[in-house]
């Protein structure tokens, strides 16, 4: 049985005219995980087979590692599949057009099957989705994971026809998406990721893949509840700014909300674990009288429609200044981290347009953001790409030259965040 | 239980207004996500193995080549020849292999209800019918099954890499029989062409 509790941290003291109220509210779910086989577990690996993966032929041998990997690591009764992504997407282990249970004999059929994989032709990502979305459909599993991989930019559809794929996909099944060498477009593929609440990295290496490919699967097969949602209610007159997750990494889920009435949106978030995330919530209120208090939020999180935990986010006004001008640490470090994310892809995307200045600035903002925060990981990724003059100042040079999966690196990292004591959770 | 908060609303919620949100001291809709469930192809009915003609009823010739059904039926009366295909080559253009100009076409008759295509096998292991070396064919790829009136259909047998007829760009849907005529050709792998032939009837 799942075990869901949520802490808030804020400072609930408003100035005389303020409006709005921010909080980090942190979830725990315990008791999340299967002790077995999650029973109604379900998990497809969609392999990119475009021509292009075998230009060094080392990548395409390495996917297929990466996915023998994947389906060792899925336990017995999970129902499995693999497609082969190209301009077309193709079942490659669907026995009958169905994913079927794992076993010690499918597994090795599935791998077999992978083997054979031959990569021709180009890269419509939408296709692999939907594919995936209807095998997915075909089975009664509520937990729904997909690891997609790919090496190139979605070149044979266009942004309309992935976008429709991704709204059919969304609430359907997740997926984290990888992206090996450097032809790959970062935002393309966070843009698919975020839409179905996963994670995105590179993979610099073809060699490290099949580490990286266990360990999603290793982590999909820890997830025992499924179809978590976050519930905000917010009193009359109130606008939520956002709501996003700011750990392990930021996934603004704003856009994402379904209203239930006029004051009550549940947002998504996928499956859970044993695992914590935090979110950051931002809610404006009508501003009342000095003394006055009332609930800006209030937070429950809800599972097979249940509600089962809640948390409250409160707004009080106050004349004191001593009060209303504390900065809570914990909502202080996540507006850090959100915005170390956005000067890292802005200044990067201003390298790119060969606007230096704007580029030295915001990575500059970057280094010091990631010093403050305590992003290790970050910062030797922002030290490829930078020399460093003074890390508490954000004095920075750009390096003349620079490896472009270093930048690529960089810009896939950006949304991953520490916590509070500069620790991954 | 409900309560009433200081500006007078009446809120189910006891602590604070589920208004307005004044202090003062829940209903769940539940969420069924839609199902939606698969639908399966229909059988295709055998036209003429030769020509393509649809058959009416039970006619012993065919009305547009005339050929003799029941004699197509004996044994024999169909074989294939296999071979790679430099233009189904080009059109895959499979990377990093390269076409194997050193090997040439074979025929093969056609016998039994069923003939399996697939890769071929280390020496000493039972194989498919029709072993094939091209890399990119899978352990059993395809089946070339003989129908009840003695024509022809091919079923991919949910193959890595898919199965094609006739040079066209759309692979067949596995596990599904697509009829197949005379001179029809079946691509599978990187570089394999099936063509179907009706031999002399002779034969």
Not at chain 1, 53 to 75: E, N, W
Not at chain 1, 137 to 146: I, K, P, Q, S, V
Not at chain 1, 287 to 312: K, N, P, Y
Request: net charge negative; with cysteine.
């Amino acid at each position: 049985m799942t075990t869901f509790t949520a802490d808030v941290y804020q400072n609930e003291f408003l100035a005389l005219g303020a409006t709005d109220v921010d909080a980090v509210v942190t979830v725990s779910a315990s008791g999340a995980a299967p002790a077995e086989a999650p029973a109604g577990a379900a998990e497809i690996v969609i392999i990119d087979a475009s021509g292009s993966m075998v230009h060094p032929s080392t990548k395409l041998k390495a996917a297929k590692r990466a996915t023998a990997a994947a389906i060792d690591a899925i336990r017995d009764g999970v129902a499995f599949g693999v497609i082969r992504g190209t301009d077309l997407a193709r079942a490659v282990y669907a026995p009958d057009g169905a994913l079927v249970p794992a076993t010690d004999e499918t597994r090795a059929q599935a791998k077999a099957a992978v083997d054979d994989i031959l990569a021709s032709g180009g890269t419509a990502i939408g296709t692999w989705l939907l594919l995936a979305r209807d095998l997915f459909e075909r089975t009664d599993a509520g937990l729904r994971h997909a690891i997609l991989l790919t090496d190139g930019q979605n070149q044979h559809e266009t942004v309309e026809e992935l976008e429709s794929a991704l709204a059919a996909c969304q609430g359907v099944f997740q997926c984290d998406c990888r992206g090996v060498g450097t032809d790959w477009e970062v935002a393309e593929l966070r843009r698919v990721a975020s839409a179905l609440l996963g994670s995105v990295d590179i993979i610099a290496q073809p060699d490290d893949m099949a580490a990286d490919f266990r360990a999603m699967t290793e982590r999909s097969m820890a997830k025992g509840t499924a179809d978590v949602a976050l519930r905000l209610w917010t009193p009359q007159g109130a606008d939520v700014r956002y709501v996003k997750q700011v750990a392990p990494a930021i996934v603004d889920l704003t856009d994402r909300a379904t209203p239930l009435d006029a004051r009550i949106a549940d947002y998504p978030t996928g499956a859970w674990g044993d695992e914590e995330r935090d979110y950051h919530v931002s809610i404006r209120v009508v501003a009342r009288e000095a003394g006055d208090e009332v609930l800006a939020g209030r937070l429950s999180l809800v599972v097979d429609g249940q509600v089962i935990t809640q948390a409250l986010v409160r707004a009080v006004w106050t004349d004191d200044p001593e009060l209303s001008t504390r900065i809570n640490p914990e909502v202080a470090h996540y507006t850090g981290q959100a915005e170390l994310a956005e000067v890292i892809q802005e200044g990067l995307e201003a390298r790119r347009s060969g606007d230096e200045a704007t580029a030295t600035f915001k990575l500059g903002r970057a280094v010091q953001l990631a010093t403050e925060g305590g992003n290790e990981g970050t910062l030797q990724l922002l030290d490829r790409v930078l020399e460093v003059d003074d890390p508490a100042t954000g004095t920075v040079r750009l390096k003349r030259h620079v490896e472009e999966v270093d930048e690529m690196s960089l810009d896939t990292r950006s949304t991953k965040t520490v916590r509070i004591h500069g620790t991954s959770p | 239980m409900t309560a009433t908060c200081p500006a007078g609303h009446v809120s189910t919620t006891t602590d604070y207004c589920d208004q307005c949100g004044a202090r003062i001291g829940s209903a769940e809709p539940a969420h069924v996500p839609p199902d939606t469930s698969a639908t399966s192809p229909s059988p295709v009915s055998a036209p003429c193995p030769r020509c393509g003609v649809p058959r009416t009823g039970r006619d012993r010739y065919c009305e547009s080549c005339g050929l003799d059904f029941t004699a197509t039926a004996s044994a024999s009366a169909w074989a294939v020849t296999v071979g790679p295909d430099r233009e189904y080559f080009t059109r895959t253009a499979a990377e990093g292999l390269d076409f194997p100009y050193d090997e040439s076409a074979r025929t093969i008759a056609l016998d039994g209800a069923r003939v399996r295509i697939g890769r071929r096998r280390p020496p000493g292991e039972d194989g498919p019918e029709i072993e094939l070396g091209d890399p990119a064919v899978s352990r059993l790829h395809a089946t070339l099954v003989n129908a009840a009136d003695g024509s022809w259909a091919v079923v991919d047998e949910g193959s890595s890499n898919g199965t094609t007829i006739n040079a066209q760009a759309d692979p067949i849907a596995p596990h599904v029989e697509v009829p197949l005529s005379e001179g029809d050709r079946v691509h599978v792998g990187a570089w394999t062409t099936i063509t179907l032939a009706l031999r002399s009837r002779a034969a």
